[in-house]
T-cell receptor
Framework: KAGVTQTPRYLIKTRGQQVTLSCSPI?????VSWYQQTPGQGLQFLFE???????NKGNFPGRFSGRQFSNSRSEMNVSTLELGDSALYLC????????????FGPGTRLLVL | GESVGLHLPTLSVQEGDNSIINCAYS??????FIWYKQESGKGPQFIID?????DKRQGQRVTVLLNKTVKHLSLQIAATQPGDSAVYFC?????????????FGSGTQLTVLP
């Protein structure tokens, strides 16, 4: 069974631009969570989707948004990029998200210049 | 205050020795815990998990111990190998907040010496 895949793997943007990242969960997994990882803040929860609905959101500004499609694939979008948005963005999937192991993708490395 | 970079605790062990990585979790209501391993340039990889109704769980070469009294979690790796060199994170799941949000510790850098 294929693991979680994320595209693109690397991305360079400039301040003020917007970016969309994509995540394909493990087949059969319906819950997708997004995390931001930086050297300064570690791994921080962004949001979680299940059946195309956002069930929980972390403490991030409204510039960070996401969505999930009927096939459980998910995208996250960051608008008006800031230098501090440079990070590794990780997607994790689980069957239903209820007290289960989350399996992570390789991440998308975003650099904002 | 000013935000500074996380200072990862480090642990260096000789190849073949046992490693013990510790984690203090924050929420007494957390009922599910996971250890992840993250190698450079990769996403976190699941190692082992434990629910709060247990105090010990064993996997292949790894053992997780849970002490709810002092909110402490540990990961023991037997016969540590060079491939075990990575950053290890503990994560907790608080069901009273969101059952679908993991809170991660800052991580421990494990280096295996030849």
């Amino acid at each position: 069974k294929a693991g979680v895949t994320q595209t693109p793997r690397y991305l360079i943007k400039t301040r003020g631009q917007q970016v969309t990242l994509s995540c394909s969960p493990i087949s059969g997994h319906r819950s997708v969570s997004w995390y931001q990882q930086t050297p300064g803040q570690g791994l921080q929860f962004l949001f979680e989707y299940f059946s195309e609905t956002q069930r929980n959101k972390g403490n991030f500004p409204g510039r960070f948004s996401g969505r999930q499609f009927s096939n459980s694939r998910s995208e996250m979008n960051v608008s008006t990029l800031e230098l501090g948005d440079s990070a590794l963005y990780l997607c994790a999937s689980s069957l239903s998200g209820e007290q289960e192991t989350q399996y992570f993708g390789p991440g998308t490395r975003l650099l904002v210049l | 205050g000013e935000s500074v970079g996380l200072h990862l605790p480090t642990l260096s062990v000789q190849e073949g020795d046992n490693s013990i990585i510790n984690c203090a979790y924050s929420n007494s209501a957390s009922d599910y815990f996971i250890w992840y391993k993250q190698e450079s340039g990769k996403g976190p990889q699941f190692i082992i998990d434990i629910r709060s109704n247990m105090d010990k769980r064993q996997g292949q070469r790894v053992t997780v111990l849970l002490n709810k009294t002092v909110k402490h979690l540990s990961l023991q790796i037997a016969a540590t190998q060079p491939g075990d060199s990575a950053v290890y994170f503990c994560a907790e799941n608080d069901p009273s907040g969101s059952a679908r949000q993991l809170t991660f510790g800052s991580g421990t850098q494990l280096t295996v010496l030849p």
